[in-house]
């Protein structure tokens, strides 16, 4: 029995792609076509790598005096900017 890897899913849609059966799949990679459904992410659309943003931002300097306030609240509040940047995480993430 053949592991599954987080390699092959991404074969294993990019195939499912371009050859639009699990029959087709399974012949190409050699698991069972059970196991390509399984794998099969809906609306999977591949990233091109040169397309990818990498974080090259400074880390926050390291403030103890952060953890003795008394109101936190101020601290869970993002700005615009910081929001953007998740959203760009959470791309540069995605499967």
Same mark, same amino acid.
């Given at each position: 029995?053949?592991?599954?890897?987080?390699?092959?899913?991404?074969?294993?849609?990019?195939?499912?792609?371009?050859?639009?059966?699990?029959?087709?799949?399974?012949?190409?990679?050699?698991?069972?076509?059970?196991?390509?459904?399984?794998?099969?992410?809906?609306?999977?659309? *591949?990233?091109? &790598?040169?397309?990818?943003?990498?974080? /090259?931002?400074? +880390?926050?300097?390291?403030?103890?005096?952060?953890?003795?306030?008394?109101?936190?609240?101020?601290?869970?509040?993002?700005?615009?900017? *910081?929001?953007? &940047?998740?959203?760009?995480?959470?791309? /540069?993430?995605? +499967?």
């Amino acid at each position: 029995m053949k592991t599954v890897t987080h390699s092959d899913i991404q074969k294993i849609n990019r195939l499912y792609l371009q050859l639009k059966t699990y029959a087709a799949v399974s012949r190409a990679t050699g698991f069972a076509p059970t196991t390509v459904k399984k794998y099969i992410i809906p609306n999977f659309v *591949e990233v091109d &790598e040169s397309s990818t943003k990498k974080f /090259e931002g400074p +880390l926050p300097e390291f403030n103890p005096s952060i953890f003795r306030k008394d109101d936190w609240g101020d601290l869970c509040v993002l700005s615009e900017e *910081e929001i953007e &940047e998740i959203k760009d995480l959470w791309k /540069e993430m995605e +499967l």
